[in-house]
């Protein structure tokens, strides 16, 4: 056995030196080949034959910076490869495609026909009664809650306050976070001053600042959504701020500060491409999480009233029931919308963040 | 580094100070109605005046602010208004922290000994077996609303595993579902970024150069890359175990815990001015503490991390 296993690895040895040796015969022949082409040298030539050839030849080309970088160039961008990147991921290829549908159905909804209004109160035309707890039946796909409203409607409505709350606050998180971060974990004549501030505004509680402001204001998805803001561009930009901080001395910034570059240019080329798979997560857990955020405010009594349907506050009013089986599909179809968009989110910006290291894209 | 340390703590100092006025100032703008209660309608003129000249609200703000600054130097955080009336906060705190500071810091211990091995183990097998069971895991507990997650576990695990519905703080069996719940979420949160800050480090060059010199996966994995990818985390380190003692809302309400949880929220919302004000003392001193420590953390586990001015400033 181990005498065939010998063997066999010999021969593959054997065939391998073949192989070189033909390769070294073709290498030889190759230069062979090259010394049998026609030599020219100056001394062959006559005075007249020389002066006959164009002086242009001898004249210097100058040097251009751009013709030089040319052979430097491909057509490699890295956005588009990262998107290609991810869009390879079959899992979250689906999942952004059922997501769009999800949410522009949302906004389809009522104008489709049949559809019942998210707040009217629906009575039973032959009792005069409300059509409390109605289980789901073909008029009303979801039935209706516990003063007969429509849930089939209730749950788009919702999804469509919870949606736009999520798009408004994750993209500011996602503007003031990243600036604010930047600056304060690179720019050291800030760092002091920003901590400070995070210091002071991170410890004012929400509560007391929902309070003060549905004092003034009608609590609404406006108010929501401005404390939202107001709040959550700090996690963000405390955690751009810690990552500037571990790579803001490595030493490849310091060699493009000894060659000159300007703050923002490195904070733009060399720290803000480092960290785009963070950013790109943490900016898709932003959106479930203003949803989730919602629904604790529903929780502690300051979300948004419900006249104005939103997730929260239905997931709320179904968590109240989820003990009477009957009645659980109140919460289950709110539930199951929240569960949809944050997994969604969740593994798009998993994916996405997977794709944006430069590293994997050749 | 000592001259940073000093330089950090007056500017803590001055924080700490900024925001306790402010929230001061902040709670004097709460409608007045809210300090009498639901009897604001049976009272009449002159036992409203009284009931607020007992609470000093009479005066100008800048007086009361003095008043208050004063009975702070002395040490004293004043009595409760309205949750305990007329009951020293000290006393309260006293009863309260203990159950969510030993909750919190079990299930955190608990959360960390699982959720940074488990976002480990997923970088090092991206994209095989056990990087998606992790994933949907996550994916799952992330999914459900927080409120409805917890009331679930609370519901179904108690029933599956015969434990008790409620809190009792002799019987610690019944703390297991509390910690479990607690931990369950930050496992997540943990084991998520754990992940990828593991995959960010992976095509790092020094992996590479590790790999060229014979050093086996699991050892660059556990030696090499996960030191690199803990320096972030270690930044929320040492806050999050500063403000276990802050509590957990749900938890606290599902189980009837004794703690602090929504201590803040119940108090803003009954004015409780005197409360609002001690609580944000000490959760903004243990947040502006966490904040820091987390800097000197990061900067010890991570030597290049410096935030000592070097010379060259930008």
């Not at chain 1, 056995?1 to 010999?10: E, G, I, R």
């Not at chain 1, 910076?65 to 290609?84: G, L, M, P, V």
């Not at chain 1, 999804?159 to 994750?170: D, N």
Request: proline share 4%; hydrophobic share 50%; with cysteine.
């Amino acid at each position: 056995m181990a005498d065939k296993k010998k063997k066999l690895l010999f021969n593959r040895q054997m065939r391998r030196i073949d192989e070189l040796d033909q390769h070294i015969q073709e290498g030889l022949a190759l230069e062979q080949a090259d010394k049998e082409l026609p030599m020219y040298d100056a001394a062959d030539y006559t005075a007249e034959q020389i002066a006959a050839i164009d002086p242009k030849w001898f004249e210097p080309h100058g040097f251009n910076e751009q013709d030089a970088e040319r052979t430097a160039y491909s057509n490699y961008s890295y956005w588009a490869s990262t998107f290609k990147n991810f869009w390879r991921n079959r899992a979250a290829r689906i999942l952004i495609v059922a997501l769009i549908a999800i949410i522009a159905f949302a906004f389809i909804q009522p104008l489709l026909p049949n559809q019942h209004d998210p707040v009217t109160i629906n009575n039973d035309p032959e009792t005069g009664m409300h059509l409390r707890n109605l289980a789901p039946c073909s008029e009303y796909w979801f039935g209706t809650n516990a003063i007969g409203q429509d849930l089939w409607a209730r749950v788009w409505a919702g999804t469509r306050t919870s949606i736009i709350i999520g798009l408004v606050v994750a993209l500011s998180d996602l503007i003031f976070g990243v600036i604010i971060g930047m600056a304060w974990g690179y720019v050291r004549s800030l760092d002091k001053a920003l901590t400070e501030i995070y210091n002071v505004i991170s410890n004012i509680p929400q509560t007391l600042i929902l309070i003060l402001v549905s004092y003034i204001l009608r609590p609404s998805m406006t108010t929501i959504i401005i404390s939202m803001c107001m709040v959550g561009w700090m996690a963000m930009a405390r955690f751009i701020r810690n990552q500037v901080v571990i790579f803001r001395d490595r030493d490849y910034n310091l060699a493009s500060r000894c060659l000159g570059s300007s703050t923002l240019r490195i904070v733009v080329k060399n720290l803000l491409p480092q960290m785009v798979s963070v950013i790109m997560l943490q900016t898709s857990l932003a959106i479930p999480g203003a949803i989730g955020d919602e629904v604790f405010l529903t929780y502690i009594g300051l979300g948004i009233p419900t006249s104005q349907a939103s997730l929260g506050n239905l997931v709320e009013a179904g968590r109240v029931l989820m003990m009477d089986s009957t009645l659980r599909y109140q919460l289950v179809f709110p539930a199951a919308v929240v569960a949809f968009i944050t997994i969604a989110f969740y593994i798009i910006g998993n994916a996405f963040s997977d794709a944006a290291d430069p590293k994997n894209h050749v | 580094m000592l001259e940073y340390i000093l330089k950090r703590t007056a500017g803590a100092i001055i924080s700490l100070f900024v925001v306790i006025t402010l929230i001061f100032v902040l709670l004097r703008l709460m409608p007045m109605e809210g300090y009498f209660g639901a009897e604001y309608d049976k009272l009449s003129e002159e036992v409203r005046a009284s009931m607020l000249a007992e609470k000093g609200l009479d005066q100008p703000i800048y007086v009361q602010l003095f008043n208050f600054y004063k009975s702070l130097f002395q040490g004293d955080l004043g009595k409760s208004w309205i949750y305990r009336p007329n009951y020293p906060i000290v006393k309260i705190l006293e009863k309260k922290i203990p159950y969510s500071l030993k909750i919190g810091v079990i299930s955190m211990i608990f959360s960390l000994i699982v959720g940074i091995p488990l976002g480990a183990v997923m970088a090092r097998f991206k994209g095989k077996f056990a990087d998606k069971l992790g994933t949907a895991f996550i994916a799952i507990v992330e999914a459900l609303p927080t409120a409805v997650l917890m009331l679930f576990l609370q519901l179904f695990f108690s029933s599956w595993f015969n434990l008790s519905l409620l809190f009792d703080k002799n019987n610690y069996a019944t703390w297991v579902l509390p910690i479990f719940s607690i931990s369950l979420l930050s496992i997540c949160s943990y084991a998520m970024w754990m992940r990828r800050y593991m995959i960010d480090n992976i095509n790092m060059d020094y992996v590479k150069l590790a790999r060229a010199k014979g050093v086996s996966g699991s050892r660059i994995m556990f030696r090499h890359v996960f030191k690199n990818a803990f320096v972030p985390m270690a930044q929320f380190l040492p806050g999050s175990v500063l403000s276990t003692i802050i509590g957990s809302i749900y938890i606290e309400h599902l189980y009837s815990i004794p703690g602090t949880g929504s201590l803040l929220i119940d108090v803003i919302q009954l004015q409780d001015n005197t409360m609002v004000q001690a609580l944000v003392l000490i959760y903004a001193a243990i947040g502006i503490a966490g904040m820091f420590l987390g800097d000197v953390l990061m900067a010890l586990i991570d030597p290049r991390i410096s935030f000592v001015k070097k010379g060259d400033d930008r």
